[in-house]
């Protein structure tokens, strides 16, 4: 198979609307429809209303940190050489782990605000993710970029834009297979029952960080960065560790104040 959907979802006045921006729109709306769903259930900390305003304030954290952590992360060379780069978001480049910088200060100071503490509100959160995390990876196939490693197995794909005609795994889809729904069910599993707080945001730290170091074992590594540890490690997988074992010592926190008699929702 070879890849052959146009990235441009529609053209009007001349200026080209990408299917990944499409995606972006579907994920907030999914994270408001869901996050409204959140708000009608016992103990939500924050109400219908006030997810609305959740969503805008993540928008802007979601955007100026995906680009900010991209441009830090993946390419710092460009940004010294260039700073106003950092702007030119049309030109692409956004990183999840960035995004995810964003929203966690995002969450701070708005939980804050709300008198409701930072994990309450993270716990609140954690579950409305992944479904946008999904829509993006859908973005990224569609858009034919962050493509997989060569390949054999009878789904594998040809993408123009690799240059080398080799058939690769579709990784953009397993990622938006594990870390979108797969992580969804999972957290919507957990959090469905009263849980200690702080223990959402562990598991969807722990989820995320374990599966995409999985996938990333069958997306082809950025071809400026290559592998960055160990001749095997690639960056997503090396900015992956620290959620993982953050998530574990937030996780054993969290039980260990239950066990205690504190910080129940």
């Not at 598991?203 to 069958?218: D, Q, S, W």
């Amino acid at each position: 198979m070879t890849h052959q959907i146009d990235p441009v979802a529609i053209s009007l006045f001349g200026f080209d609307v990408y299917w990944y921006s499409v995606m972006y729109l579907v994920a907030f709306g999914l994270f408001w429809w869901l996050g409204t769903r959140r708000a009608q259930q016992p103990h939500a900390p924050i109400n219908r209303d006030q997810v609305g305003d959740l969503l805008f304030w993540g928008v802007i954290a979601v955007i100026a940190g995906g680009r900010l952590g991209y441009v830090l992360f993946y390419v710092p060379d460009e940004l010294l050489a260039n700073p106003a780069m950092v702007l030119n978001i049309r030109d692409g480049g956004m990183s999840f782990h960035g995004g995810l910088i964003g929203v966690i200060a995002m969450m701070w100071f708005y939980g804050r605000h709300l008198g409701i503490g930072f994990f309450r509100l993270s716990d609140f959160v954690a579950p409305l993710v992944p479904t946008g995390l999904a829509a993006g990876r859908i973005g990224n196939f569609i858009g034919g970029e962050l493509w997989g490693r060569p390949s054999d197995v009878p789904w594998a794909m040809v993408f123009p834009a690799a240059g080398d005609g080799l058939a690769r795994h579709p990784s953009q889809l397993y990622q938006a297979g594990l870390e979108g729904l797969a992580l969804f069910a999972l957290l919507w599993w957990y959090s469905h029952r009263q849980r200690p707080v702080a223990a959402v945001s562990a598991l969807f730290l722990m989820g995320y960080g374990a599966f995409r170091f999985l996938a990333e074992f069958f997306r082809q590594p950025d071809a400026h960065l290559g592998f960055v540890a160990l001749d095997w490690m690639t960056q997503g997988q090396l900015l992956s560790l620290p959620m993982m074992v953050a998530g574990a010592l937030i996780m054993g926190w969290a039980y260990a104040r239950r066990s205690q008699g504190i910080a129940k929702h």
